[in-house]
Protein backbone atom coordinates (compact mmCIF):
# COMPACT_ATOMS: atom_id res chain seq x y z
CA UNK A 1 0.00 0.00 0.00
CA UNK A 2 0.75 3.85 -0.41
CA UNK A 3 3.48 4.90 2.82
CA UNK A 4 3.60 7.91 4.13
CA UNK A 5 6.01 9.60 5.80
CA UNK A 6 5.42 12.80 8.06
CA UNK A 7 8.06 15.28 9.15
CA UNK A 8 9.10 16.17 11.43
CA UNK A 9 7.18 13.81 14.02
CA UNK A 10 7.31 16.75 17.16
CA UNK A 11 7.86 20.24 16.60
CA UNK A 12 7.99 22.97 19.50
CA UNK A 13 7.36 26.42 18.32
CA UNK A 14 7.37 29.69 20.30
CA UNK A 15 4.19 31.86 19.52
CA UNK A 16 4.73 33.67 16.61
CA UNK A 17 6.95 31.69 14.62
CA UNK A 18 6.53 30.38 11.27
CA UNK A 19 7.20 26.60 10.59
CA UNK A 20 7.04 23.96 7.54
CA UNK A 21 5.52 20.24 7.87
CA UNK A 22 6.32 17.46 5.28
CA UNK A 23 4.76 15.31 3.93
CA UNK A 24 6.19 12.51 1.55
CA UNK A 25 4.17 10.17 -0.39
CA UNK A 26 5.14 6.48 -1.94
CA UNK A 27 3.24 6.68 -4.82
CA UNK A 28 1.21 8.47 -7.32
CA UNK A 29 -2.10 10.20 -6.00
CA UNK A 30 -6.04 11.13 -6.51
CA UNK A 31 -5.65 13.31 -3.37
CA UNK A 32 -4.06 14.93 -0.80
CA UNK A 33 -5.49 16.62 2.33
CA UNK A 34 -4.02 17.90 5.82
CA UNK A 35 -6.00 17.47 9.03
CA UNK A 36 -5.49 19.36 12.44
CA UNK A 37 -6.50 17.29 15.13
CA UNK A 38 -7.15 19.56 18.10
CA UNK A 39 -6.29 18.49 21.90
CA UNK A 40 -10.06 17.13 22.13
CA UNK A 41 -9.49 15.32 19.17
CA UNK A 42 -11.69 16.76 16.76
CA UNK A 43 -10.09 16.34 13.01
CA UNK A 44 -10.54 19.46 11.33
CA UNK A 45 -10.44 19.53 7.33
CA UNK A 46 -7.77 22.38 6.63
CA UNK A 47 -7.03 22.17 2.69
CA UNK A 48 -7.85 19.36 0.03
CA UNK A 49 -4.80 19.89 -2.33
CA UNK A 50 -3.94 16.97 -4.57
CA UNK A 51 -1.71 19.71 -6.46
CA UNK A 52 -0.54 23.22 -6.73
CA UNK A 53 -0.84 25.67 -3.59
CA UNK A 54 -3.86 26.56 -1.67
CA UNK A 55 -4.17 29.54 1.45
CA UNK A 56 -6.41 29.84 4.00
CA UNK A 57 -5.23 32.89 6.62
CA UNK A 58 -2.01 31.84 8.26
CA UNK A 59 -1.87 28.45 6.81
CA UNK A 60 -1.31 27.40 3.29
CA UNK A 61 -0.20 24.56 1.35
CA UNK A 62 1.87 23.30 -1.60
CA UNK A 63 1.95 20.04 -3.19
CA UNK A 64 4.01 18.55 -5.79
CA UNK A 65 2.56 15.56 -7.41
CA UNK A 66 5.04 14.67 -9.48
CA UNK A 67 7.88 14.86 -6.84
CA UNK A 68 4.95 13.01 -3.94
CA UNK A 69 5.73 15.50 -1.68
CA UNK A 70 3.01 17.89 0.16
CA UNK A 71 3.92 20.73 2.58
CA UNK A 72 2.27 23.04 5.16
CA UNK A 73 3.34 26.25 6.39
CA UNK A 74 1.96 27.87 9.45
CA UNK A 75 2.71 31.34 9.48
CA UNK A 76 2.54 33.38 12.92
CA UNK A 77 2.07 30.76 14.79
CA UNK A 78 -0.96 31.19 17.98
CA UNK A 79 -1.70 28.75 20.93
CA UNK A 80 -4.93 27.79 19.23
CA UNK A 81 -2.31 25.89 16.21
CA UNK A 82 -1.35 23.15 19.23
CA UNK A 83 -2.15 19.77 18.18
CA UNK A 84 -1.27 17.30 15.55
CA UNK A 85 -1.06 17.87 12.14
CA UNK A 86 -2.28 14.77 9.30
CA UNK A 87 -1.40 14.28 6.13
CA UNK A 88 -3.65 11.73 4.05
CA UNK A 89 -3.26 10.53 0.80
CA UNK A 90 -5.66 8.71 -1.69
CA UNK A 91 -4.98 6.32 -4.38
CA UNK A 92 -8.62 4.92 -5.93
CA UNK A 93 -10.53 3.96 -2.79
CA UNK A 94 -7.42 3.90 -0.39
CA UNK A 95 -6.89 6.96 2.08
CA UNK A 96 -3.79 6.71 4.13
CA UNK A 97 -2.72 8.87 6.95
CA UNK A 98 0.96 9.42 8.06
CA UNK A 99 1.69 9.55 11.73
CA UNK A 100 1.33 12.65 11.68
CA UNK A 101 3.11 15.61 13.52
CA UNK A 102 2.64 16.72 17.25
CA UNK A 103 3.20 20.79 17.22
CA UNK A 104 3.05 22.81 20.56
CA UNK A 105 2.79 26.34 20.75
CA UNK A 106 4.07 27.76 23.97
CA UNK A 107 3.20 31.42 24.67
CA UNK B 1 -27.33 17.24 9.47
CA UNK B 2 -24.70 19.94 9.25
CA UNK B 3 -21.98 17.21 9.72
CA UNK B 4 -20.96 13.86 10.75
CA UNK B 5 -22.36 12.48 13.88
CA UNK B 6 -21.22 9.57 16.02
CA UNK B 7 -22.54 7.92 19.00
CA UNK B 8 -22.06 7.04 21.73
CA UNK B 9 -19.22 9.71 22.44
CA UNK B 10 -18.00 7.67 24.79
CA UNK B 11 -18.68 3.22 25.97
CA UNK B 12 -17.18 1.35 28.42
CA UNK B 13 -17.89 -2.36 27.70
CA UNK B 14 -16.88 -5.16 29.63
CA UNK B 15 -14.08 -7.63 28.12
CA UNK B 16 -16.20 -10.59 25.76
CA UNK B 17 -19.21 -8.06 25.40
CA UNK B 18 -20.58 -6.95 21.87
CA UNK B 19 -20.45 -2.93 21.21
CA UNK B 20 -22.18 -1.62 18.34
CA UNK B 21 -20.87 2.00 17.10
CA UNK B 22 -23.09 4.63 14.95
CA UNK B 23 -22.12 6.98 12.18
CA UNK B 24 -24.45 9.21 10.43
CA UNK B 25 -22.64 11.47 7.84
CA UNK B 26 -23.62 14.60 6.15
CA UNK B 27 -26.78 14.34 4.35
CA UNK B 28 -26.30 13.14 0.41
CA UNK B 29 -22.20 11.66 0.68
CA UNK B 30 -21.84 9.08 -0.70
CA UNK B 31 -18.48 7.93 0.82
CA UNK B 32 -17.97 7.06 4.32
CA UNK B 33 -15.13 5.75 6.01
CA UNK B 34 -14.12 4.18 9.67
CA UNK B 35 -11.11 5.19 11.16
CA UNK B 36 -9.57 3.96 14.54
CA UNK B 37 -6.72 5.66 16.44
CA UNK B 38 -5.07 4.57 19.34
CA UNK B 39 -3.79 6.68 22.49
CA UNK B 40 -0.71 8.31 20.85
CA UNK B 41 -1.00 7.30 16.98
CA UNK B 42 -1.92 8.25 13.49
CA UNK B 43 -5.46 6.69 11.87
CA UNK B 44 -5.46 2.69 10.99
CA UNK B 45 -8.20 2.50 7.83
CA UNK B 46 -10.78 -0.50 8.80
CA UNK B 47 -13.30 0.09 5.91
CA UNK B 48 -14.78 2.27 3.55
CA UNK B 49 -18.11 2.29 1.77
CA UNK B 50 -18.67 4.26 -1.89
CA UNK B 51 -22.75 4.08 -2.56
CA UNK B 52 -23.93 1.05 -3.26
CA UNK B 53 -20.95 -0.68 -4.08
CA UNK B 54 -19.22 -3.28 -2.05
CA UNK B 55 -17.39 -2.38 0.61
CA UNK B 56 -13.71 -2.49 1.14
CA UNK B 57 -13.17 -4.72 4.27
CA UNK B 58 -9.58 -4.47 4.05
CA UNK B 59 -8.69 -2.74 6.94
CA UNK B 60 -10.26 -4.73 9.24
CA UNK B 61 -8.44 -6.44 12.12
CA UNK B 62 -10.12 -9.46 12.54
CA UNK B 63 -13.55 -11.38 12.33
CA UNK B 64 -15.15 -9.78 15.03
CA UNK B 65 -15.06 -6.19 13.42
CA UNK B 66 -18.08 -5.60 10.96
CA UNK B 67 -19.81 -2.65 9.21
CA UNK B 68 -23.02 -2.25 7.18
CA UNK B 69 -24.61 0.98 6.25
CA UNK B 70 -28.14 0.82 5.52
CA UNK B 71 -29.91 2.96 2.98
CA UNK B 72 -26.59 4.53 1.74
CA UNK B 73 -27.03 6.50 5.00
CA UNK B 74 -26.47 5.78 8.62
CA UNK B 75 -23.57 3.24 9.37
CA UNK B 76 -22.70 0.99 12.29
CA UNK B 77 -19.35 -0.91 13.43
CA UNK B 78 -20.29 -3.80 15.54
CA UNK B 79 -17.29 -5.43 17.29
CA UNK B 80 -17.91 -8.30 18.87
CA UNK B 81 -16.60 -10.36 21.87
CA UNK B 82 -14.65 -6.92 22.43
CA UNK B 83 -10.78 -7.59 23.64
CA UNK B 84 -8.70 -4.53 25.82
CA UNK B 85 -6.43 -4.09 22.31
CA UNK B 86 -9.84 -2.81 20.54
CA UNK B 87 -9.79 0.62 23.15
CA UNK B 88 -9.37 3.36 20.86
CA UNK B 89 -11.31 6.45 19.79
CA UNK B 90 -12.97 5.20 16.44
CA UNK B 91 -13.58 7.83 13.76
CA UNK B 92 -16.30 8.01 11.04
CA UNK B 93 -16.28 10.36 8.12
CA UNK B 94 -18.14 11.27 5.16
CA UNK B 95 -17.47 12.74 2.23
CA UNK B 96 -20.02 13.95 -1.27
CA UNK B 97 -17.97 11.25 -3.68
CA UNK B 98 -14.75 9.23 -3.35
CA UNK B 99 -12.12 11.36 -3.73
CA UNK B 100 -13.13 14.95 -2.44
CA UNK B 101 -12.67 16.66 1.05
CA UNK B 102 -13.34 14.32 3.69
CA UNK B 103 -15.37 15.58 6.87
CA UNK B 104 -15.24 13.45 10.51
CA UNK B 105 -16.95 13.54 13.10
CA UNK B 106 -16.34 13.69 16.68
CA UNK B 107 -15.44 10.04 17.41
CA UNK B 108 -16.32 7.43 19.59
CA UNK B 109 -13.81 6.30 22.58
CA UNK B 110 -14.52 2.96 23.10
CA UNK B 111 -12.77 1.51 26.76
CA UNK B 112 -12.46 -2.21 27.10
CA UNK B 113 -12.02 -3.03 30.65
Known amino acids: GIQVEQSPPDLILQEGANSTLRCNFSDSVNNLQWFHQNPWGQLINLFY???GTKQNGRLSATTVATERYSLLYISSSQTTDSGVYFC?????????FGAGTRLTVKP | GAGVSQSPSNKVTEKGKDVELRCDPI?????LYWYRQSLGQGLEFLIYFQGNSAPDKSGLPSDRFSAERTGGSVSTLTIQRTQQEDSAVYLC???????????FGSGTRLTVV
Open chain 1, 49 to 51: IPS
Open chain 2, 93 to 103: ASSLFQGRGYT
Open chain 1, 88 to 96: AVMLNNDMR
Open chain 2, 27 to 31: SGHTA
